[in-house]
C-alpha cells in the first residue's frame, strides 16, 4: 500500500526542498558575511527548535517502536545528555569560528544573531507548520518521513558548501575540528533514522484515507522546507545587492 510513497522517496533529492537555488549558492562560492549572517540566524533557529518538534511527535504517537526512535533521535540531537554537544549549539560553534577565520569575530554568534538578525517569515512559517504537522497523529508520520528522509542530503550538501572555507583555516585538521555539527550527521544513524521513520509509515498506513493523510503530511512538510531555503536565498540576494550598490 504503501508503494507510491516509496516511488516518492527514491527521488526526494530532485524535490525542489533539495534542490534549490539556496543550495547552488550556498555549494558554489563564499558567502559574506552579511548573507551567513542570515544564513546562520534562521537555520539555526530551525536547527534549534527541532528537539521541540520532536517532543511534540513523542507525546502524538502511541507506537512504542516509534516512540522509541524518537526518543533515541531526540537524546542525539540534545547531544547525549552533554549540552555543549547539542546540535544547534555544534551549528553554532561552526559559525563562530567562521566569522573569526573570516575576520568578523563574534559577529555570527547566536546572541548576537538573535538581536541583530530578523527571523524570516518562511522560517517561523517552517517551524511552525512542522509542529503543527508533528500533532496530527496520521500527517505527522509523513512529516516526519520527508524530515528524515531529506535530513542526510540536506546535511551532506550543507557540509560540501562549508567545505568552500576550508582555505581560511591554516591548519587543516582545525577545519575538521570546527565541523562537529555536519559530521554528527553524515554517518550510519541518519541512514538508521530514514528506515525507521519508513517502517513506521508501513505499520500505519492501514487503509487508503490513513495513507493519504501521511502522503499530505510528507508533501506538506517538504514545500515548508523548500519556502524556507526560497526565503533565504531571497533574503540573501537582497542583502547582496545591497552591497554591490553601495560599493
Ligand atoms: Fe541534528
Given at each position: 500500500m504503501t508503494r507510491n510513497l516509496e516511488v516518492l522517496l527514491t527521488d526526494i533529492t530532485n524535490h525542489s526542498a533539495l534542490n534549490n537555488e539556496f543550495y547552488r549558492e550556498w555549494m558554489t562560492r563564499e558567502l559574506t558575511i552579511d548573507e551567513l549572517a542570515i544564513f546562520a540566524r534562521n537555520y539555526g533557529e530551525w536547527v534549534k527548535s527541532f528537539p521541540d518538534a520532536l517532543s511534540i511527535l513523542l507525546v502524538t504517537t502511541d507506537d512504542i517502536d516509534a516512540k522509541t526512535e524518537y526518543v533515541k533521535t531526540l537524546y542525539s540531537e540534545m547531544g547525549y545528555g552533554n549540552p555543549v554537544k547539542v546540535h544547534s549549539v555544534l551549528l553554532n560553534d561552526f559559525?563562530?569560528?567562521?566569522?573569526?577565520?573570516?575576520?568578523?569575530?563574534?559577529e555570527l554568534n547566536w546572541e548576537r544573531l538573535q538581536n541583530t538578525v530578523e527571523l524570516l517569515p518562511a522560517t517561523r512559517e517552517l517551524i511552525e507548520g512542522e509542529q503543527y504537522l508533528y500533532r496530527d497523529r496520521q500527517m505527522s508520520f509523513g512529516a516526519q518521513l520527508a524530515l528524515e528522509w531529506q535530513a542526510y542530503t540536506m546535511?551532506?550538501?550543507?557540509?560540501?558548501?562549508?567545505?568552500?572555507?576550508?582555505?581560511?583555516?591554516?591548519?587543516?585538521?582545525?577545519?575538521?575540528?570546527?565541523?562537529?555539527?555536519?559530521?554528527?550527521?553524515i554517518g550510519a544513524t541518519e541512514k538508521e533514522h530514514k528506515e525507521e521513520s519508513l517502517k513506521a509509515v508501513k505499520r500505519y498506513a492501514t487503509s487508503e484515507e490513513s495513507l493519504a493523510r501521511m502522503t499530505d503530511g510528507y508533501h506538506r512538510h517538504l514545500q515548508l522546507i523548500h519556502n524556507f531555503w526560497q526565503g533565504l536565498y531571497h533574503a540573501m540576494s537582497a542583502v547582496t545587492e545591497h552591497s554591490i550598490a553601495i560599493a
Amino acid at each position: 500500500m504503501t508503494r507510491n510513497l516509496e516511488v516518492l522517496l527514491t527521488d526526494i533529492t530532485n524535490h525542489s526542498a533539495l534542490n534549490n537555488e539556496f543550495y547552488r549558492e550556498w555549494m558554489t562560492r563564499e558567502l559574506t558575511i552579511d548573507e551567513l549572517a542570515i544564513f546562520a540566524r534562521n537555520y539555526g533557529e530551525w536547527v534549534k527548535s527541532f528537539p521541540d518538534a520532536l517532543s511534540i511527535l513523542l507525546v502524538t504517537t502511541d507506537d512504542i517502536d516509534a516512540k522509541t526512535e524518537y526518543v533515541k533521535t531526540l537524546y542525539s540531537e540534545m547531544g547525549y545528555g552533554n549540552p555543549v554537544k547539542v546540535h544547534s549549539v555544534l551549528l553554532n560553534d561552526f559559525f563562530k569560528e567562521l566569522a573569526r577565520k573570516m575576520g568578523h569575530e563574534g559577529e555570527l554568534n547566536w546572541e548576537r544573531l538573535q538581536n541583530t538578525v530578523e527571523l524570516l517569515p518562511a522560517t517561523r512559517e517552517l517551524i511552525e507548520g512542522e509542529q503543527y504537522l508533528y500533532r496530527d497523529r496520521q500527517m505527522s508520520f509523513g512529516a516526519q518521513l520527508a524530515l528524515e528522509w531529506q535530513a542526510y542530503t540536506m546535511l551532506r550538501k550543507l557540509y560540501d558548501g562549508a567545505r568552500n572555507y576550508l582555505p581560511l583555516w591554516n591548519d587543516p585538521d582545525e577545519f575538521h575540528e570546527a565541523c562537529e555539527y555536519f559530521y554528527a550527521h553524515i554517518g550510519a544513524t541518519e541512514k538508521e533514522h530514514k528506515e525507521e521513520s519508513l517502517k513506521a509509515v508501513k505499520r500505519y498506513a492501514t487503509s487508503e484515507e490513513s495513507l493519504a493523510r501521511m502522503t499530505d503530511g510528507y508533501h506538506r512538510h517538504l514545500q515548508l522546507i523548500h519556502n524556507f531555503w526560497q526565503g533565504l536565498y531571497h533574503a540573501m540576494s537582497a542583502v547582496t545587492e545591497h552591497s554591490i550598490a553601495i560599493a
